[in-house]
């Protein structure tokens, strides 16, 4: 199941495919479901991607994400 901080992977569908990224934000739990992804780019910053779930898998929860403190 997909939630914030989940860590995901795009599909061979996507513009992204392959490219890992965390779940920051879920703009809704109806349908259409958008989720806002936070993908590092190497030496130009983060890009935000936006998905409806069909074209990501669920890696699993984040252990560390950046940003937060604790």
């Not at 795009?10 to 965390?22: A, R, S, V, Y």
């Not at 958008?34 to 030496?43: D, K, L, N, Q, Y």
Request: aromatic fraction near 8%; proline fraction near 7%.
């Amino acid at each position: 199941m997909i939630d914030i901080n989940s860590v995901v992977q795009f599909t061979e569908e996507h513009e992204w495919c392959g490219c890992l990224g965390i779940v920051v934000e879920d703009k809704g739990q109806g349908h259409p479901r958008r989720f806002m992804i936070a993908v590092p780019v190497p030496e130009k910053g983060t890009a935000f991607i936006y998905d409806d779930g069909e074209h990501i898998e669920d890696i699993g929860p984040a252990v560390m994400i950046p940003g937060e403190e604790d």
